[in-house]
């Protein structure tokens, strides 16, 4: 029986890859003493690892396919085939930004000023390049985490680190003054895994219902019954993915429309809806758009 080895982003990622994963068909089920998750699946097989490391493994094929952020690709020059970029993170579905921080009263206010400084980060070898790509010399450090500790406690000049909003990095009394990358979450195959005909079509489905799954996570589905003498004035108002479906009832001047929309829309769209009309209005979730 052909198997696929798919790994699972363990850490930040973790949580909202298991809901993705959820919402697109499969349960997986981690234990805190279980590096091999179970799926539902019998054409899967799993490891739970840290996303920094994700990308050596996968080239090196002792996974074929895993999820990971841009940024450790990048960081680890790994030579895998990206297949998917799937735009979430852990709290949300936007990139998130590397950046270069320093403390609020610093005299750093640019790249150049870093010269012959030093600079505590988890992407050590994305840093480097960084800078000696623009002829700056700077001393890289290696930071196993709280990154910005090592800033308050005047271990380094200046840190580079990853923020969605950069809330956490101004609480801790940083600003930060230049952004060297965005990253986002992606999906990575090995090269001979995406030769082979029979894994490349399960990575392909996989990519296709997670892809699925995110698209529907902003959206939702509302079903309403209209007169059909009003039924022009409420399509106007429909926003659609293409054109919303349109039902007669049954032996009545009614018809019922169903449309996809977003989420954030509803709110305002509802009573307008009913102003034109429109009665027995139902919202509901969407697991997948395709």
């Given at each position: 029986m052909n198997v696929l080895k798919l790994g699972i982003p363990k850490g930040s990622l973790e949580g909202a890859t298991l809901?993705?994963?959820?919402?697109?068909?499969?349960?997986?089920?981690?234990?805190?003493?279980?590096?091999?998750?179970?799926?539902?699946?019998?054409?899967?097989?799993?490891?739970?690892?840290r996303a920094q490391e994700m990308s050596?493994?996968?080239?090196?094929?002792?996974?074929?396919?895993?999820?990971?952020?841009?940024?450790?690709?990048?960081?680890?020059?790994?030579d895998v085939v990206t297949v998917a970029d799937l735009i979430y993170s852990k709290v949300s579905q936007s990139p998130?930004?590397?950046?270069?921080?320093?403390?609020?009263?610093?005299?750093?206010?640019?790249?150049?000023?870093?010269?012959?400084?030093?600079?505590?980060?988890?992407?050590?070898?994305f840093t480097k390049k960084y800078f000696a790509q623009r002829g700056?010399?700077?001393?890289?450090?290696?930071?196993?985490?709280?990154?910005?500790?090592?800033?308050?406690?005047?271990?380094?000049?200046?840190?580079?680190?990853?923020?969605?909003?950069?809330?956490?990095?101004r609480a801790h009394g940083l600003k930060i003054i230049h952004e060297l990358m965005q990253s986002n979450t992606i999906l990575i195959a090995n090269k001979d895994a995406w030769e082979d005909s029979w894994k490349r079509s399960k990575i392909e489905q996989i990519a296709l219902l997670l892809k699925g799954a995110l698209k529907?996570?902003?959206?939702?589905?509302?079903?309403?019954?209209?007169?059909?003498?009003?039924?022009?004035?409420?399509?106007?108002?429909?926003?659609?993915?293409?054109?919303?479906?349109?039902?007669?009832?049954?032996?009545?001047?009614?018809?019922?429309?169903?449309v996809m929309v977003h989420t954030e829309r509803v709110r305002e769209l509802i009573p307008e809806l009913i102003k034109e009309g429109a009665e027995g209005i139902i919202e509901y979730p969407l697991n997948k758009v395709i």
């Open positions: 809901r993705l994963f959820e919402k697109s068909g499969w349960k997986i089920s981690i234990s805190d003493r279980n590096y091999f998750p179970e799926i539902n699946d019998e054409a899967i097989t799993c490891s739970i690892l050596i493994h996968v080239e090196n094929g002792a996974l074929d396919a895993g999820l990971t952020g841009r940024d450790w690709k990048e960081e680890n020059e790994s998130t930004r590397w950046v270069l921080a320093v403390s609020v009263d610093s005299d750093i206010k640019e790249l150049s000023d870093l010269k012959g400084k030093k600079i505590a980060t988890e992407l050590v070898n700056i010399d700077v001393q890289v450090e290696f930071s196993w985490g709280a990154t910005e500790a090592k800033l308050v406690a005047g271990l380094a000049n200046a840190i580079v680190d990853v923020t969605e909003t950069g809330s956490t990095i529907a996570e902003n959206m939702v589905g509302l079903k309403m019954n209209v007169p059909k003498k009003q039924l022009d004035q409420v399509i106007k108002l429909l926003p659609s993915i293409t054109s919303p479906t349109i039902a007669n009832l049954l032996e009545s001047n009614w018809v019922s429309v169903e």
